[in-house]
């Protein structure tokens, strides 16, 4: 119940700079065992201990499911951005004699060669590959601190993201101002809703 419920983080105040409890002043870092599942194995062990005295018993072992979740914090390395900060970035590779990252950028700018962030259509390809479906959590919240502009407003997205042959499933990344005010939560719910024209139903939390 300890472990499962993650108890020991209700009122702690063993908090990092984002408030978050700090994993060292958990139990699992203390005692060495943060990285295994113990509860898990706890369970294994309980179904041996069954068997032996109650071999009859009939005990379902849930099947293993592979779940793939992807962040998309940064849709583009370079396109969607600002023309005048790309123009700078091209100067100061050229700048610094970076010839051949200047010439990358540009040649990406002019569509000459793919962004290198575009793998979207690789991912596709690999989960209909193993019959997999996997998550994209987009993040369409505002610039901060720890936040950066993702595929608001880039509307050329939206309409790949709205395709009806694929095996991603859409979700959302708050931001991080998010965490702390729900209201923003829902409004960025919204924004990614109108934006995709169906509803949303996962979230990276």
């Not at 072992?61 to 970035?89: E, Q, W």
């Not at 051949?100 to 990406?108: D, F, Q, S």
């Amino acid at each position: 119940f300890f472990l499962i419920t993650r108890y020991e983080e209700y009122h702690s105040r063993s908090l990092d700079k984002h408030d978050r409890f700090d994993y060292k002043a958990s139990i699992a870092w203390q005692n060495n065992f943060l990285k295994r599942p113990i509860v898990d194995q706890w369970i294994y062990k309980l179904k041996d201990v069954l068997h032996s005295s109650f071999p009859q018993l009939n005990i379902k072992i849930p099947d293993f499911k592979c779940i793939s979740t992807i962040d998309v914090d940064h849709v583009y390395r370079f396109l969607g951005k600002s023309k005048v900060l790309m123009t700078a970035k091209i100067l100061a590779h050229i700048l610094k004699a970076e010839f051949t990252e200047a010439r990358k950028i540009a040649n990406v700018l002019l569509y000459r060669e793919k962004d290198p962030y575009q793998q979207f259509t690789y991912l596709n390809n690999v989960h209909r590959g193993i019959k997999s479906n996997y998550i994209l959590f987009m993040h369409v919240g505002p610039y901060g601190k720890y936040d950066r502009r993702n595929i608001y407003p880039l509307f050329s997205f939206y309409k790949y993201l709205r395709q009806e042959n694929h095996s991603y499933i859409i979700g959302i990344h708050p931001s991080y101002k998010a965490s702390f005010n729900p209201e923003r939560i829902r409004k960025e719910k919204a924004r990614l809703e109108k934006c995709l024209h169906y509803p949303i139903t996962y979230s990276r939390n």
